[in-house]
């Protein structure tokens, strides 16, 4: 092998990594309402923002409308979000500059409904694009989709969603909001890693 | 580039790798009341253990006392089958400090216990967050700080709305009360970021 070669995986493997550290920091920062520092991890290109049913989010002020509403927003102590960014599968593009996640989301949740503190269990799935802009890579397109949103007592065979939130500003609806038990499953951004297929 | 450099990109790597392993493996001894495990994963200049509210544990003779004396109760302790400790290890941010010799970790976990409590086995959630510090000695990362918060201890058929803390448990022999112990409601912000932002650097 030459050293260029090996260089370029090298940098693969950094590319991995870092990519990897985006999407958990991402995560540390929503659990602590930290939306200035979330919005800072999306490129200035982006392409869209879409969580659960609130529609989609487009372009480059798609980050602002979305999380912006929400800096420097106080919350009680009790109403939390510990979003698990879990099991991240990234794939790098052969040019090296942009690539694909795919993670699993547990999450503890705890917020008013009604008029009344509501503890939640939430599941869902990140399908993400990443982008290399300066030696750095950000978020391009962040996609997560709910498979679940159900109260702690009841469960999500019983209560599959709580109710539906979709956001008024959106420039388009959901794309894929199937919640359980749809069977909905988000497309993998993967080939099989042995057939490639 | 030149051979040297990128023998070092490649030694981080490595280093990142291995630190996950062995937080993880720290897991899975953990899971498995492997006590003597968990103690030769710390240095012999280990700072400090804290876990919950059991309190400060300082040095290597801490990491001891804390898991071999309390946790294994000396080596006496036969736990019943039907206690578990399934402690999940998610989202760690490592990074290695730029002399390599030193690194920082952020860590949530997940836990599905089962113990006595009283006189009758509870089931419950808890959820919390590591900052741990590793270090490099002949060539092998260890632990030489590990410090766990808990967000709640709940059990399974209330919650943490309802019950976020069901009992105290700081241990007699800790070198120090527990640092920053506040759990939810109040538990935001107790275990700071050890990170720069990725973009920003703040």
């Excluded at chain 2, 492997?34 to 400060?56: K, P, Q, R, T």
């Amino acid at each position: 092998m030459t050293l260029v070669e090996l260089e370029k995986q090298v940098t693969r493997l950094e590319d991995i990594q870092e990519i990897e550290n985006l999407q958990k920091i991402y995560g540390y920062y929503f659990d602590l309402g930290m939306y200035q520092e979330v919005m800072d991890l999306f490129s200035e290109n982006v392409e869209s923002v879409e969580i659960t049913d609130h529609g989609v989010f487009r372009g480059k002020d798609a980050v602002s409308r979305m999380y912006g509403g929400m800096v420097g927003m106080q919350r009680p102590g009790w109403m939390f979000f510990e979003i698990m960014q879990s099991q991240g599968v990234v794939d790098i593009a052969p040019d090296g500059k942009t690539a694909t996640g795919r993670w699993y989301t547990p999450a503890f949740e705890c917020r008013p409904f009604g008029g009344v503190k509501k503890q939640t269990w939430e599941f869902g799935v990140y399908d993400n694009v990443y982008v290399k802009e300066n030696g750095r890579w950000y978020f391009k397109k962040l996609h997560w989709n709910l498979i679940y949103w159900t109260s702690y007592e009841s469960g999500f065979l019983k209560v599959p969603k709580l109710s539906d939130t979709p956001f008024p500003h959106a420039d388009a609806p959901a794309t894929a909001y199937h919640p359980y038990p749809s069977g909905y499953h988000v497309p993998y951004p993967f080939k099989h890693p042995v057939t490639g297929k | 580039m030149n051979l040297e450099d990128l023998e070092k990109q490649v030694r981080l790597q490595e280093d990142i790798q291995e630190i996950e392993n062995l937080q993880k493996i720290y897991g899975y001894y953990f899971d498995n009341n492997m006590w003597a495990e968990i103690i030769d994963l710390f240095s012999e200049n280990a700072e400090s253990v804290e876990i919950a509210d059991h309190g400060l544990f300082k040095g290597k003779q801490g990491v001891r006392r804390i898991y071999w004396d309390m946790f294994a109760g000396g080596g006496n302790r036969q736990s019943p089958p039907w206690m578990q400790f399934v402690v999940m290890q998610i989202g760690g941010v490592v990074n290695v400090g730029s002399d390599g010799k030193t690194a920082t970790g952020r860590w949530q976990t997940w836990l599905f216990e089962a113990k006595p409590y009283g006189a009758l086995p509870r089931q419950e959630f808890l959820h919390g967050y590591y900052e741990n510090k590793y270090v490099k000695e002949n060539g092998k990362w260890l632990f030489t700080k590990l410090y766990w918060n808990n967000t709640f201890c709940s059990p399974v058929e209330q919650g943490w709305l309802n019950l976020p803390e069901m009992g105290w448990m700081p241990l007699p022999d800790a070198d120090q009360p527990p640092t920053a112990f506040h759990p939810y409601p109040y538990h935001r912000g107790n275990v700071p970021y050890h990170f720069k932002h990725p973009i920003t650097g703040k």
